[in-house]
């Protein structure tokens, strides 16, 4: 399970970056029942409003690895974003901005609390595109975790950096904007077995960002976020986002267990947005899902795999 790959994996890898391919690290913790208790409550709106605390023995929401890890990094050692400084593990990549890009998740077998966890974590690829916004660089990192030494999951998760709009306002003088207001709210689209609608505010975003450790300035720091990044309010974690998204489907679902999960982040949503949570079956072990926001835009697509859940 534990292998680092070979330099090969890399695509379109310039020389600045090709000596982070291939870079490993690895990481301890213990599976938290308060940890899962507390995601249960924060998703709650996605699963018709009910209280899902993990029972005790009762295996982790599946996405539930998220809250463990966290990286205790010296407020001394943070970039102006708020991530731990580029240019230790993870590469010195010029883009300001970073975002989720999107994961592609198996699912060998169940985490339950207390279970003692080991994360091998890889860089696989390091890819530098152009796209309308300007130079785009994508990190792809593969995480390979076990519980109790028995393998739980693989996560290949993509980030994806790239440039600021200028002016960079926050140390250009700039006054913080007041906060955008939300767009407004549109009917979810038609054609689709599942259909759930939720709002994530901010109190969502800061707990989710409190659960997790996270400290990326763009999910609480409102000035930061408008002046220095350009958008108009607080970013909703793509993770976050794909969270709610299972959990609509697996309340919908409770007779079927997920072996895979792949999403891409299409467009951000930012606080205080509605956003459709949707679902359909496209053959026996396999949905189609989507999260849908204001205007019909696509924040997410994504696909899970299941497998009957034994009797």
Not at 97 to 125: D, V, Y
Request: proline residues 8%; negative net charge.
């Amino acid at each position: 399970m534990n292998r680092t790959p070979a330099h090969s994996c890399a695509v379109a890898t310039t020389d600045q970056y090709i000596a982070w391919v291939g870079r490993a690290q690895e990481a301890t913790d213990v599976a938290s029942q308060e940890k899962a208790d507390r995601l249960a409550t924060l998703l709650a709106e996605a699963a018709s409003g009910q209280q899902l605390s993990a029972e005790p023995d009762e295996p982790l929401f599946p996405l539930g690895h998220w809250l463990q890890f966290s990286e205790d990094v010296a407020l001394a050692d943070t970039g102006t974003d708020g991530h731990p400084a580029l240019g230790g593990f993870m590469p010195p990549v010029p883009g300001s901005r970073r975002m989720w890009a999107g994961s592609s998740l198996q699912f060998h077998g169940p985490i339950r609390p207390g279970q003692k966890l080991n994360r091998k974590t890889t860089i696989e690829s390091i890819t530098e595109k152009s796209g309308r916004s300007g130079a785009l660089v994508f990190v792809r990192l593969r995480h390979e975790i076990s519980a109790d030494g028995v393998p739980a999951l693989t996560d290949r998760h993509t980030i994806v950096y790239r440039d600021a709009p200028a002016p960079a306002g926050e140390h250009a003088g700039s006054t913080p904007s007041a906060a955008a207001p939300p767009r407004p709210d549109t009917e979810a689209p038609a054609g689709w077995e599942l259909s759930r609608s939720v709002r994530p505010g901010p109190v969502m975003l800061f707990r989710y960002s409190a659960l997790t450790f996270n400290s990326h300035r763009i999910h609480y720091d409102h000035p930061y976020t408008t002046t220095v990044e350009g958008y108009p309010g607080l970013v909703v974690h793509g993770p976050l986002i794909a969270s709610l998204l299972l959990r609509a489907f697996l309340d919908a679902h409770p007779s079927e267990a997920v072996t895979a999960y792949e999403f891409t982040v299409r467009s951000p949503l930012f606080a205080s947005e509605q956003v459709h949570l949707l679902g359909r079956r496209t053959d026996a072990h396999t949905h189609e899902l989507a999260a849908i926001g204001p205007a019909d835009t696509v924040v997410m697509q994504a696909v899970v795999t299941t497998a009957s859940v034994a009797a």
